[in-house]
């Protein structure tokens, strides 16, 4: 599976970003996408998440509840991470994911396949 990402840049504090990631390659069967971010000196972290079949279909960490919005197309090959409400410490570099688990598609540890970083900037 290939993933290309998309999107990220510069913005000021309040303001909003869109982020899209492709897929292909071995993309049939199930499967779950996920957006993780790393800032500098910081780990990883799974931050938004989609899967096409099982309930709850998407997952948010506590810090992007409510202002980020994950979506996926009907191919199951595109997500998409709309960033409303921005603040500076939404700054990282942003990475879209996949894996072929998708009962486990809040485990960051079985995302198999991952794209390239996109930056995001947040200035106050």
């Known amino acids: 599976v290939q993933l290309q990402a998309s999107g990220g840049g510069l913005v000021q504090a309040g303001g909003s970003l869109t982020l899209s990631c492709a897929a292909s390659g071995r993309t049939l069967g199930s499967h779950a996408m996920g957006w993780f971010r790393q800032a500098p000196e910081k780990e990883r972290e799974l931050i938004a998440a989609?899967?096409?079949?099982?309930?709850?279909?998407?997952y948010y960490e506590d810090s992007v509840k409510g202002r980020f919005t994950i979506s996926g197309d009907g191919a199951k090959t595109t997500v998409t991470l709309q960033m409303n409400s921005l603040k500076p410490e939404d700054t990282a570099v942003y990475y879209c994911a996949f894996t072929p688990h998708p009962v486990a598609f809040t485990s960051t540890r079985h995302y198999r396949y991952w794209g390239q970083g996109t930056q995001v900037t947040v200035s106050s």
């Open positions: 989609i899967r096409w079949s099982g309930s709850p279909s998407s």
